[in-house]
């Protein structure tokens, strides 16, 4: 079954402590993708990666950090999460930015 | 950059009355998607628009990418209440690497 994977789905940690939100598609998708979402400000992405060793920012990278070291997987780093980075993300694959974008079921984050 | 207004944010119908979300953006796409976001759910893939005036039809909803390419709507015929969700506009714009930038999102409440 064609999907992109994330997880864990539910975190809560402590500001400071570092973590790691993993994503994997397996449709040998070029274009990976993250996103947030808040309350009344919709989805914003945060980074994005066109393929394997390339990646670039987004709307608001600020705090966050990505890999891609194997076509499949992009993970989401935060060195020293904050409460502002509390929130809902989605981790999204598409073939290329303009064809349609498969959402992972979201990881929901609290900072404390 | 560029930006995707949605409106309305909000949209109280009765079952069976017609909805409609409208998008646009602050400068000229390459194409238009259109998601569902069901309560509880991650962002679902319902079409993609790409030609200057393109009218889609999926059953009772209408997709439309305005002649400029800078608006599109989606209309909903008679709601029913597995309608419910919040409905996102993502454009992409012309030329560039970029991925998708999402209006906030119109989320539909219905009542029976």
């Known amino acids: 079954e064609a999907q992109v994977t994330q997880n864990p789905r539910y975190l809560i940690t402590v500001t400071g402590k570092k973590l790691t939100v993993t994503c994997s598609q397996n449709m040998n998708h070029e274009y990976m993708s993250w996103y947030r979402q808040d309350p009344g400000l919709g989805l914003r992405q945060i980074y994005y990666s066109m393929n394997v060793e390339v990646t670039d920012k987004g709307d608001v990278p600020e705090g966050y950090k990505v890999s891609r070291k194997e076509k499949r997987n992009f993970p989401l780093i935060l060195e020293s999460p904050s409460p502002n980075q509390t929130s809902l993300y989605f981790c999204?694959?598409?073939?290329?930015?303009?064809?349609?974008?498969?959402f992972g079921q979201g990881t929901r984050l609290t900072v404390v | 950059g560029q930006q995707v207004m949605q409106i309305p944010q909000y949209q109280h119908v009765q079952e069976g009355e017609d909805f409609t979300t409208y998008c646009n953006s602050s400068?000229?796409?390459?194409?238009i998607q259109w998601y569902k976001q069901r309560p509880g759910g991650h962002p679902v893939f319902l079409i993609q628009?790409?030609?200057?005036?393109e009218v889609k039809k999926q059953k009772r909803l209408t997709f439309q990418f305005g002649e400029a390419k800078k608006n599109s709507s989606l209309h909903i015929t008679a709601t029913q209440t597995t309608d419910v969700g919040t409905y996102f506009c993502a454009g992409r714009g012309l030329g560039g690497a970029d991925g998708l930038t999402f209006g906030k999102g119109t989320h539909l409440i219905i009542q029976p």
């Open positions: 999204a694959s598409s073939f290329v930015p303009s064809t349609e974008a498969f």
């Open positions: 628009l790409v030609k200057s005036g």
């Open positions: 400068t000229t796409l390459s194409n």
